[in-house]
T-cell receptor, first 114, second 111 residues
Framework: NAGVTQTPKFRVLKTGQSMTLLCAQDMNHEYMYWYRQDPGMGLRLIHY???????AKGEVPDGYNVSRLKKQNFLLGLESAAPSQTSVYFC?????????????FGSGTRLTVV | GEDVEQSLFLSVREGDSSVINCTYTDSSSTYLYWYKQEPGAGLQLLTYIFSNMDMKQDQRLTVLLNKKDKHLSLRIADTQTGDSAIYFC???????????FGTGTKLQVIP
């Protein structure tokens, strides 16, 4: 089925550990985004990409890095995890010029940092 | 940057109408959205309205936009238990189709 796939779905990290979250889409969308969702704060944009090889900072980029080496994949990295990064992470994508269709979201990665 | 605000919680009885309200700050937003999130799932686009429209109706859903007051509302007619979810208001702003989301309103439908 076409859509956005996020892996892993759940992860528990110790403070200071690193990990990479993978987002893959098979819709040939140009634009991809990483959001984090925290209770009472909605979704906040971490980083985004408007094409292969390009990335840009969003609202809350500190502590995260991203890469988009292939058009279909957008990776989110945590180099040294902190408890404040405990959150649910969502990836989204959209075709350029298709605002009326809205984002296609993945099902999320629930990350706990202890 | 853009700020989108909505109340956190709404409780209605099954069969009643639900009205979820939202305010936003960026007058240059061209699209305003309502997304629905069911437990343990990602967000799904429910409906949207273009900024030059005042109202949009889609079956049980009615979206009203007051551009002067920067106020958006979503009315769900004949609310069902399956409508229980978190509803996010969102606006596109800042270019590259970036979207700013509100805090989400949790709708509880009482049978």
């Amino acid at each position: 089925n076409a859509g956005v796939t996020q892996t892993p779905k759940f992860r528990v990290l110790k403070t200071g550990q690193s990990m990479t979250l993978l987002c893959a889409q098979d819709m040939n969308h140009e634009y991809m985004y990483w959001y984090r969702q925290d209770p009472g704060m909605g979704l906040r944009l971490i980083h985004y990409s408007v094409g292969e090889g390009t990335t840009a900072k969003g609202e809350v980029p500190d502590g995260y890095n991203v890469s988009r080496l292939k058009k279909q994949n957008f990776l989110l990295g945590l180099e040294s995890a902190a408890p404040s990064q405990t959150s649910v992470y969502f990836c989204a994508s959209i075709q350029r010029g298709s605002e009326g269709y809205g984002y296609t979201f993945g099902s999320g990665t629930r990350l706990t940092v202890v | 940057g853009e700020d989108v605000e909505q109340s956190l919680f709404l409780s209605v009885r099954e069969g009643d109408s639900s009205v979820i309200n939202c305010t936003y700050t960026d007058s240059s937003s061209t699209y305003l959205y309502w997304y629905k999130q069911e437990p343990g799932a990602g967000l799904q686009l429910l409906t949207y309205i273009f900024s030059n429209m005042d109202m949009k109706q889609d079956q049980r859903l009615t979206v009203l936009l007051n551009k002067k007051d920067k106020h958006l509302s979503l009315r769900i007619a004949d609310t069902q238990t399956g409508d229980s979810a978190i509803y996010f208001c969102a606006s596109n702003s800042g270019g590259y189709q970036k979207v700013t989301f509100g805090t989400g309103t949790k709708l509880q439908v009482i049978p």
